[in-house]
């Protein structure tokens, strides 16, 4: 881990100083503050004012950043000087780091982000090494062999690793680099020129000359291992590179490929002991305590998230579901504990907004184009996860039976429903459903396509209120007081009595929610 004051050091007094506050904070990453987002900052954020200008905006800024945890707020001067910002400062104890005014925001991106994981992996080698700092120095050393600033991806198009000299780029490859991930749409402008195919045919080196959108030319070269494709080095070039300084380049990939699986191999690894670690907590076994340190579960609230695939066939919902986990985990900062447990995937996070916290996972999982099921259990304490996961599996259940509307559901909009299904199955269970005049409106229903029973349903849930009861059947309210003298005459039921319209109800909701 890394303090405030010790990524200001790293990067040096030119370009940031500690204006005011404390800078003993430490740091899990970097974001940049977007107008009208209030879910992107999380605990021990380093937050970039890039589109602070005025005092006011400053002083809300740092507000909300003090408020979600955050680590500092960056800004450039005059801001960090103005009253009003200093008052709001001593408020929430954040510490504000001034920027020099002629440093570009998207070189300090790349530059934070390369001091914070050049940290992480000294952390790393002092418990088990990740290889990431290897591969920043892969980097620059291949950076060197090309003359020209390189990227280092996985095969999916997410940043592990890039070289000095960034700011000697294009806006495709800034926006790369402070996305940690190919953007999609240059994704797509390379892939409609065949890139991506190209790399998957065994080419040694791939050259895509300069586009008319100001892109300028990539060398780029396949990272393989045992026919594996598992990513690739992207080169940011002036124009066609000389045959001798391409090979030069392409023979360091074997090199980051063996870096790769190594870093591959540890997150396995990692990944497979911390999802059994999960699994022992959300089934209640062992110390709740101790589990919950290992995985550096904060103790505050947190909920279970189960996440389903709604594909039909098992290979493709076993796709989906190693999407998913790769997605969720994926990422600088708070990774969100996961396990799998028959055919689930369960995620532990805090009950809390920014990042990390549930509110950013269910937009996140929302947003995809099919999106899976997901239901939420409740906040509890980290002893009570096992009740969570319970109460999550009941409404993942709810979701695949079309009893809750989805595709996402937390327990706050489940309980009526759960409180009615869990009556539902007790009360068929024990035969309510066997006794009075519904079995005649039943088979009424079944025998003539009547809709008696639904309009008796309909007619109890709201009482008093015909027209309300109309609207949810589609029908005029005239038809309703039709239907319901009707149902009356054949069932031979008194409805003014209390007693019966209540253990009607009872049977009915039975039938309804089982």
Same mark, same amino acid.
């Given at each position: 881990?890394?303090?405030?004051?010790?990524?200001?050091?790293?990067?040096?007094?030119?370009?940031?100083?500690?204006?005011?506050?404390?800078?003993?904070?430490?740091?899990?990453?970097?974001?940049?503050?977007?107008?009208?987002?209030?879910?992107?900052?999380?605990?021990?954020?380093?937050?970039?004012?890039?589109?602070?200008?005025?005092?006011?905006?400053?002083?809300?800024?740092?507000?909300?950043?003090?408020?979600?945890?955050?680590?500092?707020?960056?800004?450039?001067?005059?801001?960090?000087?103005?009253?009003?910002?200093?008052?709001?400062?001593?408020?929430?104890?954040?510490?504000?780091?001034?920027?020099?005014?002629?440093?570009?925001?998207?070189?300090?991106?790349?530059?934070?982000?390369?001091?914070?994981?050049?940290?992480?992996?000294?952390?790393?080698?002092?418990?088990?090494?990740?290889?990431?700092?290897?591969?920043?120095?892969?980097?620059?050393?291949?950076?060197?062999?090309?003359?020209?600033?390189?990227?280092?991806?996985?095969?999916?198009?997410?940043?592990?690793?890039?070289?000095?000299?960034?700011?000697?780029?294009?806006?495709?490859?800034?926006?790369?680099?402070?996305?940690?991930?190919?953007?999609?749409?240059?994704?797509?402008?390379?892939?409609?020129?065949?890139?991506?195919?190209?790399?998957?045919?065994?080419?040694?080196?791939?050259?895509?000359?300069?586009?008319?959108?100001?892109?300028?030319?990539?060398?780029?070269?396949?990272?393989?291992?045992?026919?594996?494709?598992?990513?690739?080095?992207?080169?940011?070039?002036?124009?066609?590179?000389?045959?001798?300084?391409?090979?030069?380049?392409?023979?360091?990939?074997?090199?980051?490929?063996?870096?790769?699986?190594?870093?591959?191999?540890?997150?396995? @690894? #990692?990944? +497979?002991?911390? /999802? =059994?670690?999960?699994? $022992?907590? *959300?089934?209640?076994?062992?110390?709740?305590?101790? !589990? &919950?340190?290992?995985?550096?579960?904060?103790?505050?609230?947190?909920?279970?998230?189960?996440?389903?695939?709604?594909?039909?066939?098992?290979?493709?919902?076993?796709?989906?579901?190693?999407?998913?986990?790769?997605?969720?985990?994926?990422?600088?900062?708070?990774?969100?504990?996961?396990?799998?447990?028959?055919?689930?995937?369960?995620?532990?996070?805090?009950?809390?907004?920014?990042?990390?916290?549930?509110?950013?996972?269910?937009?996140?999982?929302?947003?995809?184009?099919?999106?899976?099921?997901?239901?939420?259990?409740?906040?509890?304490?980290?002893?009570?996860? @096992? #009740?969570? +996961?319970?109460? /999550? =599996?009941?409404?993942? $259940?709810? *979701?695949?039976?079309?009893?809750?509307?989805?595709? !996402? &559901?937390?327990?706050?909009?489940?309980?009526?429903?759960?409180?009615?299904?869990?009556?539902?199955?007790?009360?068929?269970?024990?035969?309510?459903?066997?006794?009075?005049?519904?079995?005649?409106?039943?088979?009424?229903?079944?025998?003539?396509?009547?809709?008696?029973?639904?309009?008796?349903?309909?007619?109890?849930?709201?009482?008093?209120?015909?027209?309300?009861?109309?609207?949810?059947?589609?029908?005029?309210?005239?038809?309703?007081?039709?239907?319901?003298?009707?149902?009356?005459?054949?069932?031979?039921?008194?409805?003014?009595?209390?007693?019966?319209?209540? @253990?009607?109800?009872?049977?009915?909701?039975?039938?309804?929610?089982?």
């Amino acid at each position: 881990m890394i303090t405030v004051q010790g990524v200001v050091d790293r990067v040096g007094p030119t370009l940031l100083h500690v204006r005011l506050g404390g800078a003993a904070t430490h740091v899990n990453d970097v974001v940049i503050a977007e107008p009208g987002r209030k879910d992107q900052v999380g605990d021990g954020d380093l937050v970039l004012g890039v589109s602070v200008h005025t005092a006011k905006d400053a002083v809300e800024l740092i507000r909300h950043c003090g408020a979600q945890g955050a680590a500092a707020v960056l800004l450039k001067p005059p801001l960090p000087a103005r009253g009003a910002a200093r008052s709001a400062t001593k408020e929430t104890g954040l510490a504000v780091v001034e920027v020099h005014s002629g440093a570009a925001w998207a070189q300090l991106v790349w530059l934070l982000r390369s001091v914070l994981d050049a940290a992480a992996d000294e952390f790393e080698d002092d418990t088990r090494s990740s290889g990431l700092g290897d591969l920043f120095r892969l980097a620059d050393a291949a950076a060197a062999v090309v003359d020209a600033p390189v990227t280092i991806e996985d095969a999916n198009s997410r940043v592990l690793a890039y070289s000095a000299r960034q700011d000697r780029t294009d806006p495709a490859r800034v926006s790369t680099i402070m996305g940690r991930r190919v953007p999609d749409d240059v994704l797509a402008r390379f892939r409609s020129r065949g890139v991506f195919r190209e790399l998957s045919r065994g080419r040694t080196t791939i050259f895509v000359p300069a586009q008319q959108d100001g892109t300028l030319p990539r060398l780029i070269v396949p990272i393989r291992m045992g026919g594996e494709l598992l990513g690739s080095m992207w080169a940011v070039v002036a124009g066609p590179v000389a045959d001798e300084r391409a090979a030069a380049f392409a023979d360091t990939a074997p090199v980051v490929a063996l870096h790769l699986l190594r870093r591959r191999a540890t997150e396995d @690894a #990692e990944r +497979r002991r911390s /999802a =059994e670690l999960v699994r $022992a907590v *959300l089934e209640g076994r062992g110390s709740v305590r101790l !589990v &919950a340190a290992e995985l550096n579960l904060t103790d505050e609230p947190h909920r279970v998230v189960a996440i389903a695939s709604r594909a039909d066939d098992p290979l493709g919902a076993e796709g989906m579901r190693l999407a998913l986990w790769e997605r969720i985990t994926a990422g600088v900062g708070r990774r969100p504990a996961m396990a799998e447990l028959h055919d689930v995937l369960y995620a532990v996070v805090p009950d809390r907004p920014g990042e990390g916290g549930w509110p950013s996972l269910r937009a996140a999982l929302a947003e995809d184009r099919t999106p899976p099921l997901v239901a939420a259990g409740p906040p509890v304490p980290l002893t009570g996860l @096992a #009740e969570s +996961r319970d109460l /999550a =599996e009941e409404t993942l $259940a709810l *979701l695949r039976a079309g009893l809750l509307d989805g595709p !996402v &559901a937390s327990h706050e909009q489940a309980w009526p429903v759960l409180v009615l299904h869990r009556a539902a199955v007790a009360a068929v269970g024990s035969g309510v459903t066997d006794f009075g005049p519904l079995s005649v409106l039943l088979a009424q229903d079944e025998g003539s396509g009547t809709s008696y029973v639904d309009t008796l349903y309909e007619w109890l849930r709201h009482p008093g209120d015909p027209r309300a009861a109309s609207r949810a059947l589609r029908i005029h309210p005239n038809t309703l007081r039709y239907r319901m003298a009707k149902l009356t005459e054949l069932a031979r039921v008194d409805l003014d009595d209390p007693d019966v319209r209540l @253990a009607l109800l009872a049977q009915l909701t039975a039938l309804r929610w089982r």
